[in-house]
């Protein structure tokens, strides 16, 4: 059985950026290629924008091909100044080994390393740690031209800027990165290196260094840097960056990241981060266009990636937990934490387990309180149209008042004026 055309498929998911040569569609073909990419390991835990780099070696070894991940723990002490506009704290070795982990953790999750096309996971301390200066200046610094590494444009932006400037440290980076494609060359016969838009500099570096110190032709491969259609940043929230790591961002924070994707960036999406056959995406695409209030492409895309990160129970929790929060379901079904969590944008009011007891708190009062209503009045006069729920059930009785029979979760009532503007009382806030 043929295998899948890794480039091929690439090109139909609006992947790939950049490639060093027009053959490397055709290397690809020839036979199975080990190939790399580099993660950064300022953190334990890998985010969403790195999620586009681990599915470029997913699919690379659903095509038959063996990928590598390197951990930078050699290069992750120097600083990679490509997209910095400052250079970046530099990590002691305790820390990177604990980041390192975390990121490992989730890489074994994500890759197969069973098979032929087994996936490996290295760190390049193992072999930048045991450098000696003066031969690496002599073997492989001579190969590297400081006129063309000055005219990179993240060299450029770094020296404009006067109150910041570019620390030998950094400017040092490109080196190592190159050394370290070599490296994996001589050891596991690497010839593709796969990264970011901003790493073309430092992957044709390698190329070029592979070429003249082995005599092969080595290739490189960039996907586009993510965007927003609506120029905000990926995976940003309000709340920061959206991490694979639950203890960084909870499962229903990250389910409800993707399902409130924008609907002219869904379809692009869905192709860059499942596995969607793009005739597929295209469909489910003309579908959503059709009829966009349904959300279904936010749906399987939410879908797709809370299973393939997080695991099918956990889809399901996250699914119960949104049904029950924004589509009427019974609230006493969740726990604490998940209504906490369903609804941390909405304001919350506390109140004392007290003011709930014998007649409880005027429900108007409550409304004016949290902010949902300008006046007592007015608060009525929402009560009175249906406009206002409890825990999801429509009150009209302007004369309600709320007790702890109305707490959910022991601990919530959740108020609600019109479709989409929630607060919470809470007794322990």
Known sequence: MSRPDFYADLEARGLVHQATATDVAGF????????????????????????????????????????????????????????????????????????????????????????????????????????????????????????????????????????????????????????????????????????????????????????????????????????????????????????LDPKRTSEFAFYQYWLNTPDSDVARFLGFFTYLDPRDVADVAARHAAEPAKRAAQRLLAEHVTRLVHGDDVLAAAQRATAVLFEGGDLRSLSPAEIAEGLADAPRTGVSRAELGGEGLELAGALVRCGLAPSKGQARTSIQAGAVSVNHEVVKDAARRLTERDLVAERFVVLRRGKKTYSLLDVAG
């Open 28 to 243: 690809l073909r020839e036979g199975p290629v080990t190939a790399y990419i580099g993660f950064d390991p300022s953190a334990d835990s890998l985010h969403v924008g790195s999620l586009l780099q681990v599915l470029g070696l997913a699919r690379l070894q659903r095509a038959g091909h063996r990928p590598i991940a390197v951990v930078g723990g050699g290069t992750g002490m120097i600083g990679d100044p490509s997209g910095k506009s400052a250079e970046r704290n530099l990590l002691t070795a305790e820390v990177l080994e604990a980041n390192l982990t975390g990121q490992r953790r989730q890489l074994e999750r994500l890759l197969d390393f069973s098979g032929p096309s087994a996936a490996r996971v290295v760190n390049n301390l193992d072999w930048l740690g045991k450098l000696d200066l003066i031969g690496f200046l002599r073997d492989i610094g001579k190969h590297f031209s400081v006129n063309a590494m000055l005219q990179r444009d993240s060299v450029q932006l770094r020296l404009a800027a006067r109150d910041q400037g570019l620390s030998y440290t950094e400017f040092s980076y490109a080196l190592l990165q190159a050394y370290d494609y070599l490296e994996l060359h001589d050891r596991y016969g690497c010839r593709l290196q796969m990264g970011g838009s901003d790493q073309w500099g430092n992957i044709t570096d390698g190329c070029d260094l592979i070429r003249r110190l082995r005599q092969v032709v080595a290739h490189g491969i960039t996907m586009p840097l993510i965007t927003k259609s609506d120029g905000s940043k990926f995976g940003k929230t309000e709340s920061g960056t959206v991490w």
